[in-house]
C-alpha cells in the first residue's frame, strides 16, 4: 500500500489508495470531465431541434443554457446515488458490519466522488472564464470548498457519509435550472414557474437546510468516530460544512422571497 503524507502532521493518510484505487480515481475524475463536455454539446444541439427560442438567444445565454444542461444531469446522478448508498443499500448501516460508520467507502461510493469532483472543476472552469455571467465569487466559494471537501475523503477514504449527505442537496439544482429555463424563454407567468417555484421552495428546505439539521445531529452522536478522522478532515468537518449551511441559508431567503412575490403575483393576475 501507498501512504499520502503532507507535513506539519495535518494529513498522514497511510494504508487506504493503491496503485489500483488512484486509477480509478483518475478515471472517475476523467469521466465527470467528459461528461460535462458531452452532455454541454449536446444541450445545445437538443435544444436547437426543439426549442425554438434558443436560437433567438444570445451567445452568453446559449452558454449558460449549455451549462444548467450538465449541471442539471450532474445533479440527478449525484442526487439518485447518494439517495441509494446512504438509504437503500447497508454500507451505512450502523450493524452491518464492524467497520466505523466514518471509514465506509464502496468502489461505486468512490466512482461518485470522482464524477462529482470531475463535474465541479469543469464547472468552476467555466465560471471563472465566463465570471461573472455563470455565478459570481458565492459560487467560486461553495465550489472551491466542495472539491476540497470531495477530494479529501475520496484520498483519505473517511467521512464519506457527510460527503454523500451534502451531495445529496444537489437534488434542488434542477429546480433551481428549471426556474431560469422559463424565465429566459418568457415564461415566468405561467403555471409551470409558480409549481416549480414552490417544488423549490420545500425541497430547499429539505434538502439544504433541513438536511443539515440531521447532518450536524449524526456528527454530533457519532463524534467519538469523527475525532478518529486525520486532522485535516476533522477540521474541515468542523468548519466547511456550516459555512456552506450559511451560504444555504441565505439563499434560501432570496427563494422564500422569491416564491412570496411570484405566488402574489400569480394571486393578483388570477
Given at each position: ?36 463536455k458531452i452532455v454541454y454539446e449536446l444541450t445545445g444541439v437538443v435544444s436547437e431541434s426543439f426549442f425554438k427560442g434558443y436560437t433567438k438567444l444570445n451567445n452568453a445565454e446559449k452558454v449558460e443554457w449549455n451549462n444548467r444542461g450538465f449541471s442539471t444531469f450532474h ?32 468502489t461505486l461510493s468512490d466512482s461518485i466522488l470522482g464524477i462529482s469532483l470531475g463535474y465541479f472543476l469543469s464547472d468552476l472552469a467555466m465560471i471563472i472564464w465566463h465570471l461573472p455571467a455563470l455565478g459570481g465569487v458565492e459560487y467560486v466559494l461553495h465550489h472551491g ?126
Amino acid at each position: 500500500m501507498v501512504g499520502l503524507h503532507f507535513p506539519l502532521g495535518l494529513v498522514t493518510i497511510t494504508g487506504y489508495d493503491s496503485p489500483s484505487k488512484e486509477l480509478q480515481w483518475l478515471l472517475s475524475v476523467f469521466a465527470g470531465i467528459v461528461m460535462c463536455k458531452i452532455v454541454y454539446e449536446l444541450t445545445g444541439v437538443v435544444s436547437e431541434s426543439f426549442f425554438k427560442g434558443y436560437t433567438k438567444l444570445n451567445n452568453a445565454e446559449k452558454v449558460e443554457w449549455n451549462n444548467r444542461g450538465f449541471s442539471t444531469f450532474h445533479a440527478v446522478i449525484v442526487a439518485v446515488a447518494s439517495l441509494y448508498l446512504l438509504f437503500v443499500s447497508d454500507l451505512f448501516d450502523e450493524g452491518s458490519n464492524d467497520e466505523l460508520i466514518i471509514d465506509r467507502t464502496s468502489t461505486l461510493s468512490d466512482s461518485i466522488l470522482g464524477i462529482s469532483l470531475g463535474y465541479f472543476l469543469s464547472d468552476l472552469a467555466m465560471i471563472i472564464w465566463h465570471l461573472p455571467a455563470l455565478g459570481g465569487v458565492e459560487y467560486v466559494l461553495h465550489h472551491g470548498l466542495s472539491m476540497v471537501s470531495i477530494f479529501q475523503s475520496l484520498v483519505s477514504g473517511q467521512g464519506l457519509i457527510y460527503i454523500l449527505l451534502v451531495l445529496f442537496t444537489e437534488s434542488t439544482t434542477p429546480f433551481v435550472n428549471l426556474r431560469w429555463y422559463l424565465d429566459v424563454a418568457g415564461r415566468k407567468n405561467s403555471n409551470l414557474y409558480v409549481f416549480n417555484g414552490v417544488a423549490l421552495f420545500f425541497g430547499w428546505l429539505v434538502a439544504r437546510i433541513l438536511l443539515f439539521v440531521y447532518f450536524f445531529y449524526h456528527m454530533f452522536m457519532h463524534f467519538d468516530q469523527v475525532k478518529e478522522v486525520y486532522p485535516l478532515g476533522f477540521y474541515s468537518l468542523l468548519t466547511i460544512p456550516p459555512v456552506l449551511s450559511i451560504m444555504n441559508l441565505l439563499w434560501f431567503w432570496k427563494i422564500s422571497n422569491g416564491m412570496i412575490k411570484t405566488l402574489s403575483k400569480a394571486r393578483h393576475s388570477g
